[in-house]
């Protein structure tokens, strides 16, 4: 019996599935089968004692004129993220997978195949490890060199996914000079460039802590305030946040006691008629109070104070927008920030007064994504502004305007309780079910980020749409 070769491949790092790609594309121009390589990895070059140290061909040595390596898209998608896998045998598996694709070039097709089925999985777990990093990674703020803030994450993850992220932190946090530091590896970004560090320990990434931990505190203050305790549903929640990664989130400190007093919460909420919206309210000042109580929705269980409507209680033009934003809720009324700030200029030079009419929102709280100090605006759900509808309703029934302007598809979605193009159905009179009329335009946070020649168009038709409202207002 004669024994076989069995050649020992190195693979440069345990992500490299470009190095990887290239030698296996070598080796089966060069003929070598799946059981005569051994692919070996960084920290795991021990190997077989059989093994030869130098595959039969290297990249280089592959003929220009050799048959080209036919790898389907299918399997290159699957391969790329299934190379990430911890499984040591990984590239083992992707190189017989190549092998025999260039026999059976649809072998990606047959679902029922063993190897198809495995790498499926692999790569279907690598792609779970990456979603789950991009959500539970927390930045806590050290003390930077030079003064400037530097935010530090320690991560675990289970697999080789650090590089494979590098992208999604740097477009998600470019402003912010970070650090992400792993048992694999740590990557740094310094507002321009990313580089890469060795491997770290969690005694790294708490180093430097400023005192107080901002960011720690409002995480548990964000997440405290979104735990609805009427929709608790212990399974699904420890499926989305698996207990392995609670140690490193600082809200997931709260979890057993918010979880012990939920019962207790909700029966609070009950009787506070936040689940039991029966009756509008008798007047304006009732239906403020209760709106600012209102739990119904996971915007309004995120711990900002609701912003009432503002304005004159039988006002004939009531002008909707989308739900506060950070200025309006830390001033507690509608439009003081910049868009409120295009919608006054514009109401002024169309003759508007809006003294005399009333201004509110399709939803009453600020929904945002914590950032560091800052938060970002986040748009509402459908189902968010279908629950918040009720308020609204309410308050045209209190306040009975004849002309209603919604400002954007959010605000006309609010009224109409569907879908609405903005484009489609802005600047006509659209009659409502209690008699008054509707004219939907667009919002003017749109006109801010618009650049300079979109803007001077879209702000002509935005005046020409507030100027309709003011000629049907004086009825001329
Ligand atoms: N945008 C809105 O839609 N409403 C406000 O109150 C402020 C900005």
New binding site residues.
């Given amino acids: 019996m004669t024994m076989q070769t069995l050649w020992r491949v190195p693979v440069a790092a345990h992500d490299d599935f470009d190095g990887w790609r290239d030698t296996a594309r070598a080796l089966i121009q060069a003929g070598v089968m799946p059981d005569q390589v051994r692919w070996s990895l960084p920290g795991n070059q021990a190997g077989d004692l059989f093994a030869a140290a130098t595959p039969p061909a290297q990249p280089a040595d592959a003929g220009a004129d050799a048959a080209p390596v036919r790898a389907s898209r299918a399997f290159v998608e699957l391969a790329n993220r299934a190379a990430l896998h911890a499984d040591p045998a990984r590239f083992d598996l992707l190189y017989r997978l190549l092998w025999r694709l260039q026999a059976v070039p649809r072998l990606m097709d047959d679902r029922a195949d063993s190897d198809v089925r495995k790498v499926d999985a692999l790569a279907r777990t690598v792609r779970r490890d990456i979603h789950k990093m991009r959500a539970f990674v927390r930045f806590r703020e050290v003390a930077g060199d030079d003064g400037t803030p530097h935010y530090v994450a320690w991560f675990e993850p289970d697999h080789h996914i650090l590089r494979a992220n590098g992208g999604f932190f740097v477009r998600r946090f470019g402003t912010m000079r970070w650090s992400i530091l792993t048992p694999q590896g740590a990557l740094h970004w310094d507002g321009e460039a990313l580089r890469e560090g060795p491997p770290a320990t969690r005694a790294d990434a708490r180093a430097n802590i400023l005192g107080g931990d901002p960011a720690e505190a409002l995480w548990r203050t964000y997440y405290a305030a979104i735990f609805n305790p009427a929709r608790l549903k212990i399974d699904a929640m420890v499926k989305e946040m698996p207990r392995r990664y609670w140690k490193n989130l600082p809200e997931a400190e709260l979890i057993p006691d918010l979880i012990a007093s939920a019962q207790a919460r909700e029966a609070a909420m009950i009787a506070l008629g936040a689940e039991d919206m029966g009756r509008p309210p008798a007047s304006l000042d009732a239906l403020d109070v209760a709106v600012d109580a209102c739990r119904r929705c996971a915007i309004g269980c995120n711990g900002t104070r609701a ?1 009432a409507g503002e304005g004159v209680a039988t006002a004939p033009l009531m002008i909707v ?5 950070d200025h ?1 809720e830390q001033a507690g009324q ?2 003081v ?1 910049p ?2 700030q295009v919608l006054r200029q514009h109401a002024q030079r169309a003759g508007l007064d809006l003294g005399a009419a009333r ?1 509110t ?1 399709a939803v009453r709280h600020f929904k945002h994504l914590p950032r560091g100090k800052q938060r970002l605006h986040q748009n509402p759900t459908a189902r968010e502004i279908d629950t918040c509808r009720w308020w609204l309703d309410a308050e045209r029934l209190l306040v009975r305007p004849r002309l209603v302007l919604a ?2 598809a959010s ?1 006309a979605r609010g009224i109409l309780g569907r879908t609405v193009s903005v484009q489609q159905e802005r600047s006509r009179w659209l009659p409502l079910e209690d008699g008054a009329q509707l004219l939907i335009t667009t ?3 749109y006109l801010l980020r618009l650049g300079p020649e979109a803007g001077v168009a879209e702000e002509a038709r935005f005046a020409d749409d507030l100027a309709m409202v003011a000629r049907a207002l004086t009825g001329a």
């Fill in positions: 912003v927008g989308e739900q506060p934003g309006e509608p439009f920030g868009a409120g201004l929102n400002l954007g605000a919002h003017p946070s």
